[in-house]
């Protein structure tokens, strides 16, 4: 069993839309939770971050941990077709090594 | 630009060669991070150093590949007779301490392809 499942999609909606992603884990020794968007070709930048349980709102976006269930989400409100990306989940411990799972493609199409 | 900067781009090497890929953190970051994106898959941890020293090399191949951050300049990751298993895209990120809580920034990555 991978520590981080993540579906890699293709996840297509229309411009208005609200997206839903999500990833599960393994290991209860993860603390931190972050989401990544890269678009193609180009690095990862952090979006969200998050410690332990609980949501974060941060514009259109939104992220929510559930350390019970080992589940994390990030929600897109109003999405626009530059949030159009790969959406990566990351993890990790009280050390600094990052956890990722596969990404989700994303296409919003206006 | 104050980002994580990482040369070069793009490397094509002939199976057998030895490929150089640099990573010179953000200002003030001493802790630095190389991660493996292979096609179709998410990042995976290769390895984490500070300054002259390698803290954590788990994710790093057996043979072959090594890694250094000397005191001075770049970080450098070492792919010695490379394969086309090796093929990916090799990304940097840098961070100011290495603990879990801290944010680590990434470089735009270099896509290395082993002909």
């Known amino acids: 069993q991978k520590e981080v499942e993540q579906d890699p999609g293709p996840l297509s909606v229309p411009e208005g839309a609200i997206v839903s992603l999500n990833c599960t884990y393994s290991?209860?020794?993860?603390?931190?939770f972050m989401w990544y968007r890269q678009y193609s070709r180009k690095g990862p930048e952090l979006l969200m971050y998050?410690?332990?349980?609980g949501n974060k709102e941060d514009g259109r976006f939104t992220a929510q941990v559930d350390k019970s269930s080992k589940y994390i989400s990030l929600f897109i409100r109003d999405s626009q077709p530059s949030d159009s990306a790969t959406y990566l989940c990351?993890?990790?411990?009280?050390?600094?090594?990052?956890?990722f799972g596969r990404g989700t493609q994303l296409t919003v199409w206006p | 630009n104050a980002g994580v900067m990482q040369n070069p781009r793009h490397l094509v090497r002939r199976r057998g060669q030895e490929a150089r890929l640099r990573c010179s953190p953000m200002?003030?970051?001493?802790?630095v991070y190389w991660y493996r994106q292979l096609p179709e898959e998410g990042l995976k941890f290769m390895v984490y150093?500070?300054?002259?020293?390698?803290?954590?090399e788990s994710g790093m191949p057996k043979e072959r590949f090594s890694a250094e951050f000397p005191k001075e300049g770049p970080s450098i990751l070492r792919i010695q007779q490379v394969v086309r298993g090796d093929s990916a895209a090799y990304f940097c990120?840098?961070?100011?301490?290495?603990?879990?809580?801290?944010?680590?920034?990434f470089g735009p990555g270099t896509r290395l392809t082993v002909l």
């Open positions: 990120a840098s961070s100011r301490s290495g603990q879990g809580a801290d944010e680590q920034f």
């Open positions: 290991n209860s020794a993860f603390q931190y």
């Open positions: 998050t410690y332990s349980s």
């Open positions: 990351a993890m990790s411990t009280t050390l600094g090594r990052l956890y």
């Open positions: 200002k003030g970051h001493s802790h």
């Open positions: 150093l500070q300054k002259e020293n390698i803290i954590d």
